[in-house]
Nanobody, 116 residues
């Protein structure tokens, strides 16, 4: 079955960096776009990044402002989100998602906390 497992979250100081990973299985990874979302406490889930099939089409939420880079390794069936210049309001649970045949598959999420 389709599985997505995020990792790489943690506690980081403002201005710091983290690299999130989304390891996948159960589907042909290279044939599907991948997305990163986040959800802060008491807020809705928002799109962080979209990465196309061939790593050539990436789109970001307006709040990213050049700080994050989404990528994928089709040989490892893994998507990544490199986050730099982190701010306290980046604190959230970060999820990866893949849409397959009209259904959205989500990972369990990884907590990112930006605090001094």
């Amino acid at each position: 079955q389709v599985q997505l497992v995020e990792s790489g979250g943690g506690l980081v100081q403002p201005g710091g960096s983290l690299r999130l990973s989304c390891a996948t299985s159960g589907f042909t990874f290279r044939q599907y776009p991948m997305m990163w979302f986040r959800q802060a406490p008491a807020k809705g889930r928002e799109l962080v990044a979209f990465i196309g099939i061939r790593d050539s089409g990436t789109y970001y939420g307006d709040f990213v402002k050049g700080r994050f880079v989404a990528s994928r390794d089709n040989d490892k069936n893994t998507a990544y989100l490199q986050m730099n210049s982190l701010r306290p309001n980046d604190t959230a649970v970060y999820y990866c998602k893949v849409p397959i045949s009209g259904y959205d598959y989500w990972g369990q999420g990884t907590q990112v906390t930006v605090s001094s």
